[in-house]
């Protein structure tokens, strides 16, 4: 399971702090996406990226910056977050930007105190 | 936009027994139905999916049926064993655009097989 990697796999801030999520797919997609998953909800999308430009935000607050330098890396910069951010945050990655399998990395357990 | 409802949120099962999970959807323009499997700790791995021009779809244990009039899909999986014990969530696509397809969750489904 080395397709779609992401670091740090566990993470705890406070509510001052900047911190980035790292995203890399090695299986030469074109798409990127952020998913948050919190405990009892459906998978919230967070961001779309097509051959490196975003094509959605989905009313995602500006403490949460998303950066795709390549194809094959994702970010998410995180600043002044709140404790309900708490959540598994994942990667996941697709051939192109079109209705077809999602390949997920193993997310990032993050905790804002 | 779409909504996707998905039914029951934890299912327990006798190993052996076949479990089904439930999913309806709002947007008639959806035509791409996957089902991910997450078990414990893990990523969330497409176990199967069904487009829109068919109506059941199987792989071995697993089948994926779909009512486009009603706008319901359901996952049934047969002769259930310990490992198949995740959270299940089905999803659909949002036609947008050209062709693309933003995915909808359920919430998930926990599935519990007993021995």
């Known amino acids: 399971e080395t397709g779609v990697t992401q670091t740090p796999r566990h993470l705890v801030m406070g509510m001052t702090n900047k911190k980035s999520l790292k995203c890399e797919q090695h299986?030469?997609?074109?798409?990127m996406y952020w998913y948050k998953q919190s405990a009892k909800k459906p998978l919230e999308l967070m961001f779309v990226?097509?051959?490196?430009?975003?094509?959605e935000n989905n009313s995602v607050p500006s403490r949460f910056s998303p950066e795709c330098p390549n194809s094959s890396h994702l970010f998410l910069h995180l600043h002044t977050l709140q404790p309900e951010d708490s959540a598994l945050y994942l990667c996941?990655?697709?051939?192109?930007?079109?209705?077809?399998?999602?390949?997920f990395g193993p997310g990032t357990r993050l905790l804002v105190l | 936009g779409e909504n996707v409802e998905q039914h029951p949120s934890t299912l327990s099962v006798q190993e052996g027994d076949s479990a089904v999970i439930k999913c309806t959807y709002s947007?008639?323009?959806?035509?791409?139905f996957p089902w991910y499997k997450q078990e414990l700790g893990k990523r969330p791995q497409l176990i199967i999916d069904?487009?829109?021009?068919?109506g059941e779809k199987k792989d071995q244990r697993i089948a994926v049926t779909l009512n486009k009039t009603a706008k319901h899909f359901s996952l049934h999986i047969t002769e259930t064993q310990p490992e198949d014990s995740a959270v299940y969530f089905c999803?659909?696509?949002?036609?947008?655009?050209?062709?693309?397809?933003?995915?909808?969750f359920g919430a998930g489904t926990q599935v519990v097989v007993t021995p």
């Open positions: 990226y097509s051959l490196e430009e975003r094509v």
């Open positions: 947007d008639s323009a959806s035509n791409y």
């Open positions: 069904i487009r829109s021009n068919v």
């Open positions: 996941a990655s697709s051939q192109w930007l079109a209705e077809e399998t999602q390949y």
């Open positions: 999803a659909a696509s949002i036609p947008e655009g050209d062709s693309w397809g933003k995915l909808q």
């Open positions: 299986l030469g997609h074109n798409a």
